[in-house]
C-alpha cells in the first residue's frame, strides 16, 4: 500500500489522469470527436513523455470520452460519441422536462460506478491471461496474431467480405518496410523514410482524424447548447435507489462486452439499455425521461472503456478502435503489449491500474469544473474548431520524427479514410491487420525457419493448437451470424431502442 | 444488369473494382522484390503476394455480389392501427434523426459536393505542407487556421486575424518552445534580422 502510494506521489500519474479525463470530456463533447479520435490527436504529444504518464493519460481519456459522449447528448440531443446514442433516448427527454441537471449527474455518477467496476474486473483479469505467455514460442505468437485478426470476424460491421478486405489491406500496408527475415526492402521505393515501413501511429491518425475533418467539411452545424441548464445536479437518495440496479445491469453488461472483440460501447449501452427496461418496474417511462435509461448506458459504456484493455493488454489484440490507439501509444513508448508486457514492464501496467483509479476520481472533479468549458467549446462556431483540430493534426504528426514526408502519408490515410468510409469499408479491421502484420509475419516465418519448414509445428505447439481453435470458432461464429443476417428479410419494427442498439452497434467502435 | 443496380451495389461494385486494382498493382510490385540468398521457404514476397491474392479473390467476390444479389423484400409487419403505426413511425425517425452517430454526421448536399469539400480541405492541407519548409511554421499554421476557417464559411474579418494569429503563437509555444520540436523556420533565419 505504501509503495502504491509513493508511486502515486512520485510519478506524473495524478495530473496524467487529470489531464486525460478533461480532455477525453472535452472531445467526447465535440460531436464528430470520438473516443479514438480523441485519443489519436494526443498520440504524437506522447512521444518523450515518461512512460506511465502516457499510457494513464491514453487511457484516461478513453474513461473521459465515453462520460464526456453523453453531455451534448442531454443538451443539443446529438451525442458526442456512438455509445451515447442510447443515453440521448432519455436524458434530452428530461432536459425538455427542466432536469437537465439531474440527467448531467445520474450520468455522470452512473459512468463512476461502471468505471468502479471495469478497472476491478481489469486488475484481476489481465494478469492471469497474460502469465500463460511465459510460454509463449514463435509458434504461439503467429498464432497470437492470427486469433486477433480473426476477430475481424466480429468487427466487419455489415459486411464481413469487406472487413476481410480493410483487414487484407492492413496486412498489406504492414509488409512496407524491410522484411523482418531477410532484410530486403520492400515497396520502399528507393525512399529512404519507407525503410522502417510506416508507423500505425500515421494510419491511425489519418484514417480517424483527418478523414473525420474532410467529412464535417460539408457537415451542417450542431445545436448550440444552453449554458444555464448545464449544471450537474447530486442524484437524490430516491434517485440512487432507483438507479442501482440499472446500474449494476449496465456494469455487468459492459463488463461482457468490453472484453468481446468488437462489442464496443455503442452494443454494451444499448444492450444495457433494453436490460435495464426489462427489469424496470416503470418500464412506460422508458424513452420519455426515466432516470434508469440514462444510468444502465452510461455504467455500460464506462465499465467497457476499462474491460476493452483486457484483451489489448494481455494478448496484445485490440478489441475497438480505442483501444487499438492505445496500442499505439504502448507501441511508441517501445512497449509491447502482449505476453511479455508483465515480465518486462509490469511497473507500467501498475501504474496504468492507479492512472485509471486516480481517473475515476478525476471524473468527479473534473466533471463539475469542466461543464462550463465544455459548453463553450461545443457553442465555438464550427469553422474554428475543424481549423484548430486541423493545425493540431498537423502539428503533432510533423513531432513523431519531424518529418513532412510522415505528415504527407498521414493525409494520404486520410483521404483513404474517406472513400472506405464513402465504400463502407470498415476502419478497425485495417488498423488491426496494420498493427498485427508484422507480429505475423515475423512469426510465421520464423517458426518454419525453426521447424524446417514443418507446418505441423503449429498445432504441436498446445497454445498455439488452442489459440487457432478459439481463432477458426470466431471465424466460424462471425461467419455464421453474417449469413444468418444476410438471409433474415428486413425485420419487421421492433422496439425502439432494440432498433437503435442492431443499427448503431454495427456501425465505428468507438 | 448494371442499370438494375441499387445504391449500395453500385457502391460495392466501385469498390470491388479498386480493390481489385489495387491487388493486382500490388501483386506486381511484390513480383519485384528481389530474392535474398538469406530467404526461407517463404522469402519476402510470399506473403505478399498472398495478400494480393486474398484481396483480388475478395474483391471478386465483392463484384459478383454486387452483380448478382438481390435486396430482399420486406417481411410482413404487424397490424397496427393508424394511429399507432404513424406514432411509431415518428418516434422512430424522429430518435433516429437525433440519434446519428458521430461517424456520420448530417451532410449537406451531394455526394459529389461533399468530396469536392473533402478534396478543398486535402488541398489545404498539401498547401501547408509544401509552403511550411519555405515559410516557416509559426507563417503557415496561421495560415492553416485562417485558410481553413475561411474555407468553412467565416466571413473575413478582424476577429478570424486575431484568431489566427493568436492560435499560430498558441501552437508556436506549444511545439516549438515547450515540446522542443524543431518545425521547419523556413527561409527567416537567412535574412540575418
Not at chain 1, 24 to 29: D, E, H, R, S, V
Not at chain 1, 371 to 382: A, E, F, G, H, K
Not at chain 1, 475 to 498: D, F, M, N, Q, S
Amino acid at each position: 500500500m505504501m509503495e502504491l502510494l509513493t508511486t502515486l506521489f512520485t510519478t506524473p500519474i495524478i495530473p496524467a489522469a487529470f489531464a486525460g479525463v478533461a480532455w477525453g470530456i472535452l472531445g467526447g463533447a465535440l460531436p464528430g470527436i470520438s473516443p479514438s479520435i480523441s485519443m489519436a490527436l494526443l498520440l504524437p504529444f506522447t512521444y518523450g513523455m515518461n512512460p506511465s504518464a502516457a499510457v494513464v493519460l491514453l487511457g484516461a481519456t478513453y474513461f473521459g470520452a465515453e462520460y464526456g459522449g453523453s453531455i451534448p447528448a442531454i443538451l443539443i440531443r446529438t451525442p458526442g460519441t456512438n455509445s451515447a446514442a442510447a443515453t440521448l433516448l432519455d436524458g434530452y427527454a428530461m432536459k425538455q422536462q427542466g432536469r437537465a441537471g439531474e440527467a448531467l449527474g445520474i450520468s455522470l455518477y452512473s459512468g463512476v460506478v461502471g468505471g468502479i467496476a471495469g478497472l476491478a474486473m481489469m486488475v484481476l483479469l489481465t494478469q492471469p491471461l497474460s502469465r500463460i505467455a511465459l510460454a509463449f514460442q514463435p509458434t504461439s505468437y503467429f498464432a497470437l496474431g492470427v486469433l486477433g485478426l480473426s476477430a475481424i470476424a466480429s468487427l466487419s460491421g455489415d459486411s464481413l467480405i469487406k472487413g476481410l478486405m480493410a483487414g487484407t489491406m492492413g496486412l498489406m500496408i504492414a509488409a512496407i518496410g524491410t522484411d523482418p527475415v531477410t532484410g530486403t526492402n520492400r515497396f520502399t521505393f528507393d525512399n529512404p523514410e519507407l525503410l522502417s515501413g510506416i508507423p500505425p501511429i500515421l494510419v491511425m491518425v489519418g484514417l480517424y482524424a483527418i478523414s473525420e475533418l474532410f467529412q464535417q467539411t460539408s457537415a451542417s452545424e450542431w445545436e448550440k447548447a444552453d449554458s444555464r441548464s448545464a449544471r450537474i445536479v447530486f442524484p437524490s437518495r430516491a434517485t440512487w435507489r432507483r438507479i442501482a440496479i440499472p446500474q449494476a445491469i449496465g456494469s455487468v453488461v459492459g463488463l461482457i462486452e468490453g472484453v468481446t472483440p468488437g462489442a464496443g460501447g455503442t452494443v454494451a449501452s444499448f444492450l444495457a439499455y433494453n436490460e435495464a427496461r426489462r427489469w424496470s418496474r416503470h418500464r412506460e417511462e422508458f424513452g420519455h425521461g426515466s432516470p434508469e435509461g440514462i444510468a444502465a448506458p452510461e455504467a455500460a459504456n464506462t465499465a467497457t472503456s476499462k474491460t476493452a484493455l483486457i484483451p489489448m493488454l494481455s494478448l496484445g489484440i485490440p478489441g475497438s478502435n480505442s483501444a487499438a490507439v492505445l496500442l499505439g501509444g504502448f507501441l511508441i513508448q517501445g512497449l509491447i503489449p502482449g505476453p511479455m508486457l508483465f515480465v518486462e514492464h509490469g511497473a507500467i501496467v501498475t501504474d496504468l491500474y492507479l492512472g485509471l483509479g486516480v481517473a475515476i476520481v478525476a471524473l468527479v472533479v473534473v466533471g463539475y469544473l469542466i461543464m462550463p468549458p465544455c459548453i463553450w467549446l461545443v457553442n465555438r462556431p464550427q469553422p474554428y474548431l475543424m481549423a484548430f483540430i486541423f493545425a493540431l493534426v498537423l502539428s503533432g504528426v510533423y513531432a513523431v520524427e519531424n518529418s513532412l514526408f510522415q505528415v504527407g502519408i498521414t493525409l494520404g490515410f486520410g483521404v483513404l479514410g474517406y472513400i472506405m468510409k464513402m465504400l463502407r469499408l470498415p476502419f478497425l479491421p485495417m488498423v488491426l491487420g496494420v498493427v498485427l502484420g508484422f507480429m505475423v509475419e515475423s512469426n510465421y516465418r520464423r517458426a518454419l525457419v525453426l521447424s524446417d519448414g514443418d507446418y505441423r509445428a503449429f498445432v504441436q505447439d498446445p497454445i498455439s493448437a488452442g489459440l487457432l481453435a478459439v481463432a477458426a470458432l470466431f471465424i466460424i461464429v462471425g461467419v455464421l451470424r453474417h449469413w444468418r443476417e444476410g438471409r433474415r428479410p428486413a425485420a419487421a419494427p421492433a422496439p425502439i431502442a432494440t432498433d437503435l442498439g442492431t443499427d448503431l452497434g454495427t456501425r465505428a467502435h468507438p | 444488369m448494371l442499370t438494375s443496380l441499387t445504391r449500395a451495389g453500385a457502391r460495392d461494385l466501385v469498390c470491388g473494382a479498386l480493390t481489385l486494382a489495387l491487388a493486382l498493382a500490388y501483386y506486381a510490385g511484390a513480383a519485384t522484390i528481389p530474392q535474398s540468398m538469406l530467404a526461407d521457404a517463404v522469402g519476402p514476397d510470399g506473403l505478399p503476394k498472398s495478400y494480393a491474392v486474398v484481396l483480388g479473390a475478395l474483391s471478386l467476390m465483392l463484384i459478383a455480389r454486387a452483380l448478382l444479389v438481390r435486396q430482399a423484400e420486406p417481411a410482413s409487419t404487424p397490424v397496427l392501427t393508424p394511429a399507432q403505426a404513424e406514432a411509431r413511425e415518428a418516434a422512430t425517425a424522429d430518435v433516429l434523426r437525433a440519434a446519428g452517430p458521430p461517424g456520420e454526421p448530417k451532410r449537406q448536399g451531394t455526394p459529389a459536393y461533399q468530396a469536392r469539400r473533402a478534396a478543398g480541405l486535402f488541398a489545404v492541407g498539401v498547401v501547408y505542407l509544401l509552403a511550411l519548409p519555405w515559410l516557416g511554421y509559426a507563417l503557415c499554421i496561421a495560415a492553416l487556421i485562417a485558410t481553413t476557417a475561411l474555407y468553412q464559411g467565416l466571413r473575413p474579418s478582424l476577429r478570424l486575424g486575431v484568431v489566427a494569429v493568436l492560435g499560430a503563437a498558441f501552437f508556436y509555444l506549444m511545439f516549438v518552445r515547450v515540446l522542443a520540436i524543431p518545425e521547419p523556420a523556413g527561409f527567416w533565419p537567412s535574412l540575418h534580422l
